[in-house]
């Protein structure tokens, strides 16, 4: 069943909006007679359920381990009959379509619900939590900081950030009848999900399938590097190799972040039978929504 992701800025509210959502699914679930929804549960899945702090955004390293034991829950709770919130910053684009990917995969709804809490009133609720002595649920201003700059918020636009549910700071709960009917179904029609390719988990029939996409991968990047390297200072644009056009930043893309997303790329599709002529055109793809 369904994976709800809550993202928004840290000291957002997102756990009260969580709860929110818990309370409203659960209340659904006992006075339904529909056995399809009776049968339903929820998981609630944040810091506290996994065992971990605020200081773990302090390391890359940490925050890391972090994400990769949220993903791990995530998946392990991934079923037919529940639904999972999985509450937390959830902050980076690539993290909420790697989740986007594994319901999927499982063929099950997904959305996004956004706390939309401005940053001015983030802070100074962290404040107040840090000075009331609860410094376990509190973030340290460097922390808190440094996790505002980097945040990267849902767009509706993108398929894994769809739908997109934002919930303002004023707003007296979530819309949570509109998450049930976008998750579950209204008027007992159950959602259903159809996988793509990319996302359909089957072995690689060819014998070179991993080689192939190592190789093609590498050399879209080196393409990108070449011409970074022969015109300095310029500003984004597009960039037409092979089969497709890469949409550039306006500022230039280091090395350190194209290896990474070539990473998830390949983590991504090293299971999935991809035709080879597929492999580049499915990589600029890619590189054109996470580029940044």
Known sequence: MPLILISGYPASGKTYRSNQLVESFKSKIQASSDARISRLKVCHINHQSLGLDRHVYREARTEKDARATEYSAVKRALGKDTVVIADSLNYIKGFRYQLYCEAKAVHTPSCVVHVGTPISSCREINTRILESGSKDDGYPVDIFDNLV????????????????????????????????????????????????????????????????????????????????????????????????????????????????????????????????????????????????
């Open 149 to 292: 700059y980097r945040y990267e918020e849902p767009n509706g636009m993108t398929r894994w950030d769809s739908p997109l549910f934002t919930v303002p700071y004023d707003d007296e709960a979530p819309p949570c009848q509109d998450i049930w009917d976008a998750m579950v179904g209204s008027e007992g029609k159950a959602k259903t999900v159809k996988p793509n390719p990319a996302t359909v988990m089957k072995p690689a029939t060819e014998s070179d399938y991993l080689y192939e996409l190592d190789k093609i991968s590498q050399g879209v990047l080196n393409v990108i590097m070449e011409w970074q390297k022969d015109h300095p200072g310029d500003g984004g644009g597009e960039l037409a190799i092979a089969e497709g056009t890469i949409e550039l930043p306006a500022n230039p893309v280091s090395l350190p972040q194209l290896q990474r997303l070539r990473r998830q790329f390949i983590s991504l599709n090293r299971l999935h039978n991809l035709p080879k002529a597929r492999i580049r055109i499915s990589f600029i793809e890619y590189l054109n929504d996470n580029l940044v």
